[in-house]
T-cell receptor
Framework: TQLLEQSPQFLSIQEGENLTVYCNSS?????LQWYRQEPGEGPVLLVT?????EVKKLKRLTFQFGDARKDSSLHITAAQPGDTGLYLC?????????????FGKGTHLIIQP | DAGITQSPRHKVTETGTPVTLRCHQT?????MYWYRQDPGHGLRLIHY???????DKGEVSDGYSVSRSKTEDFLLTLESATSSQTSVYFC????????????FGSGTRLTVV
């Protein structure tokens, strides 16, 4: 079973602060995705990264894919209470096929006003 | 319109009874997935489908079966529900097996008493 480790597991910060969460594996991904999930709802896709070293920005969120395609990070600038949620990374491993993404356990993020 | 709906949203059932959860999509996507989400385990793949009548097992398939007789519907059946199957079940769809994000339903919260 492929493992995808996310850290930290929990993070609570004040509004306006910056933060970074991480997603790591010992295996190489062909692609990696980040999702945000709010209570009582399904995960919602934020971004897909495919190329090693790739950086994508979505407003105040910056996603980076590691050069070796084994890790990724999500950086949030000037966090807002609306950023609160469970952030999940999910990887499609090289050689993986229709059998789906492997998900990390997530980072629970709370932004306090 | 969400493009993917799950029913029911909530269900309480007794140990030993069969239960069927339904996932319906209007996106005409080829791939459909059933995941369960549990504290401490994250999202784990139960079964997936890569076309009508084409299904395969995921990581935690014991005690579950699926059927896909039409592109738009993917059914998950708990043959004889057990308390360990108390969970939140999510259906997801994707147009491709590689590099495309999943669209998730809102989930079904199942309690087995």
């Amino acid at each position: 079973t492929q493992l995808l480790e996310q850290s930290p597991q929990f993070l609570s910060i004040q509004e306006g602060e910056n933060l970074t969460v991480y997603c790591n594996s010992s295996s190489v991904f062909s692609s990696l995705q980040w999702y945000r999930q709010e209570p009582g709802e399904g995960p919602v896709l934020l971004v897909t990264v495919v190329t090693g070293g790739e950086v994508k920005k979505l407003k105040r969120l910056t996603f980076q894919f590691g050069d070796a395609r084994k890790d990724s990070s999500l950086h949030i600038t000037a966090a807002q209470p609306g950023d609160t949620g469970l952030y999940l990374c999910a990887g499609l491993y090289s050689g993986g096929g229709a059998d789906g993404l492997t998900f990390g356990k997530g980072t629970h993020l709370i932004i306090q006003p | 319109d969400a493009g993917i709906t799950q029913s029911p949203r909530h269900k309480v059932t007794e140990t030993g009874t069969p239960v069927t959860l339904r996932c319906h999509q209007t996106e005409n996507h080829r791939y459909m997935y059933w995941y369960r989400q549990d504290p401490g385990h994250g999202l784990r793949l139960i079964h997936y489908s890569y076309g009508v009548k084409d299904t395969d097992k995921g990581e935690v398939s014991d005690g579950y079966s699926v059927s896909r007789s039409k592109t738009e519907d993917f059914l998950l059946t708990l043959e004889s529900a057990t308390s360990s199957q108390t969970s939140v079940y999510f259906c997801a769809i994707s147009p491709s097996s590689v590099n495309y994000g999943y669209t998730f339903g809102s989930g079904t919260r199942l309690t087995v008493v």
